[in-house]
């Protein structure tokens, strides 16, 4: 006999939000540093002048 | 300057260790709630989360008011990491918030609450913040507008903060500490803290990865180099 007034289960509902939460924190950490590294990357390529001789 | 980068990881790195933590204590140590049993377990992310958001708008509002003031690129881009993170918790609390609210209303939503109404009219006005801010490609005049947008978005935080006081409709009133038992008080505030650090660290990252977007804006156009046995049209 369960007493009255009280919400029995639930537990999908409550791995539904903590799954929800660890998904988008991590999804957003990812694409923060992948956004950063790209540029990153982009900016360690060397910019040449012209007239300056290439390699090789 | 090489320290900040490492500040930042530390707090991401604290940040990630307390969430792992406060999340097992909230789902596995923490008794379930006297009435909600153990739906209740959803409030250990939802009021964190929530209280985040407004912090970080809050910190936004600050970093706005003296991008303003000072004109320094600085301040706006920490302007962007910290709405950034605010909308991220501002979505996950309003899905949280749903997931609540199912077991425990009946519902999923309802526009007749004015709590839900002006946490997502929020979502929408710091959406708006980032949406105008792309629309703007010049560096100066964008960080005004960024500024000045999320200054007029600010109005809704304390409306989202103060309107259950004001206005009684489906949505509790704050718990204060006293009126929590102790075994749900530890959860919570180890995932506020949790949350809390890993917003510095998504902002310091937010606010990086702005600084190098617009150095690369800045750069001149790269040469065009001339590739061996290929004429280049000038």
Redesign the interface.
Same mark, same amino acid.
């Given at each position: 006999m369960q007493p009255e007034g009280v919400i029995i289960g639930g537990w999908n509902y409550v791995i539904a939000a903590y799954a929800v939460t660890a998904v988008v924190l991590a999804a957003y950490a990812w694409s923060v540093r992948s956004r950063l590294s790209k540029l990153q990357s982009r900016n360690r390529q060397p910019v040449r002048e012209p007239g300056e001789p290439t390699n090789g | 300057m090489a320290g900040r980068p490492r500040i930042s990881s530390l707090s991401?790195l604290l940040g990630l260790v307390l969430?792992l933590i406060g999340?097992w204590i909230g789902?596995v140590v923490a008794p379930p709630e006297?009435?909600?049993?153990?739906?209740a &377990?959803?409030l250990y992310?939802?009021v964190p989360?929530a209280w985040n958001s407004l912090l970080a708008y809050t910190i936004a509002f600050g970093f706005a008011i003296a991008s303003l003031w000072t004109r320094r690129a600085r301040w706006d881009h920490l302007t962007v990491g910290a709405v950034e993170?605010g909308l991220?918790l501002n979505?996950?609390l309003l899905?949280?918030g749903m997931?609540?609210a &199912?077991?425990?209303w009946g519902i999923w939503w309802t526009w007749g609450d004015v709590r839900l109404v002006f946490s997502f009219l929020l979502f929408l006005l710091f959406a708006g913040v980032l949406a105008l801010r792309a629309m703007v490609d010049d560096p100066a005049r964008r960080g005004a507008w960024t500024a000045i947008a999320t200054i007029v978005a600010f109005v809704d935080v304390p409306l989202v903060y103060f309107c259950v006081r004001w206005w009684r409709t489906l949505h509790q009133m704050q718990s204060t500490p006293e009126t929590m038992s102790a075994g749900i008080k530890l959860p919570m505030r180890i995932n506020a803290f949790a949350i809390l650090f890993?917003a510095c660290w998504?902002i310091a &990252?937010?606010a990086?990865?702005e600084r190098?977007?617009q150095?690369?804006d800045e750069?001149?156009e790269?040469?065009?180099?001339?590739v061996?046995g290929r004429r280049v049209e000038t």
């Open positions: - | 991401g969430l999340s789902l006297r009435h909600m049993g153990d739906v &377990r959803i992310v939802h989360c993170i991220v979505g996950l899905v949280q997931l609540f &199912r077991p425990t890993l998504f &990252r937010r990086e990865l190098r977007r150095e690369v750069a001149p790269p040469a065009r180099i001339p061996a």
